[in-house]
């Protein structure tokens, strides 16, 4: 019978039609203010509140088992350090790149700006205008300082409980992974066991809750839809495009520069290849899923060595995230624009800043399964001081943009694989063959 369970995607999109069915009716027959809709509305919230609890509930073990998963794989190289620093060069920087498109994008379009009676209707927060707005206030350079003073925070304890020092505990993720590289022998093992063992408990029970999905879902959107009947949509329609704008410009654009420019590679030639994997990542949503297709195709199609790959796949896989740190930056940034027209605060430097930093530490903790950006994105809501509920907004079309930015997210991983292959002057796509020998 397991066959024909309906898979979880068809259900969040039931789940959404059925919100959706609910909302607009209640807003046609005038019943907003009824006693069943305001039944129906706080028995949504409750649920709604529920699911965004469990996800925050698992956001520090999972966030930390998966950084320092990532890193500490490091130790396993031989010669990690050559590989190694130009791996991360190559993440670090293409994270950063496509986080700069999707910012400039999202200024540029800002789909979250629209006219302070939709913002109002779709926010329904008007309550916390007070305490938004001072968070909202940059300081200048003492924010600035704030943000570097909060990546080393006096106590690691204190750090995980408190949303805002999250900064801290990804930073000390990162060096206690690198650490646990330098260790020897059994006790290397040891950790790397006790490390992996926990990740994997925590991506079972983040598949648990995402299998929730549907029930949070219809929670954190029905509310939304009878407070706003169809006006979300418009808004909505802009943030896509701005998405997939962004995704699209780093996939077909910077990708392909950065592909010929230090791997000399027909960025055409890549594109075909890597169809298969384009296509298992796309319809899985999930980049940990694609892991031994991405594997095997660029061995057997691009020609990079095992030793190459099986260091830079499965390690890209959990740390290199362009398309989901581009679509933290855009949601965090998109929510606060509706907050900013409804309480007339403009998204200052430093708290653009920010969102910069942490949409590209936390895309490192994001875990290569579907619907994983939204711990992050729980994360840095909490840290500029945004109400987490907000997300509700783009759950309406998230399954949509997570299968494109984990195509965008997979890509990267194989063109990171060939440049580097092809800078340890190994055969990729046949160009050592015309070399005389
Ligand atoms: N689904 C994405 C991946 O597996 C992660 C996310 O952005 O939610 O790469």
Redesign the pocket.
Known sequence: MNGNKIQLHWQILMALILAFIIGVSIQVGGLESSGFAEGLVSSCEFLGKLFMNALKMIMVPLIVSSIICGVMGLGAQSNFGRMGLKTFTYYAATGMLAIIVGLVLVNVIKPGVVDQETAMMITGQADTSEKLTSKFEDRGAKDLVDIFLRMVPPNIVDAATDNGQLLGLIVFSLIFGFFISQLKNNLYDFQVNFWQSILEIMMKITNLIIKFAPIGVFGLVTPIIVRTGLEIFQPLFWFVVTVVGALSIHFFITLSILLKTFGNINPLTHYKAMAPVLLT?FS???????IPVTLKTVENSAGVSNRTASFTIPLG?TVN?D??AL??CIVVIFIAQFYGVVEGFEIGFITQFKIVLLALLT?VG?????????V?ITVILGVVGLPIEAVGMVWVIDRVL?MC??AT??FSDTCGAVIIAKSEGENVYGSNDEKPS
């Open positions: 990542a899985s949503a999930s980049s940990a899923a694609t896989a995230m398309g989901t679509y933290e895309s994001v875990a290569g399964i579907p619907a994983a950006s939204f992050a997570d930015r984990t997210n997979v």
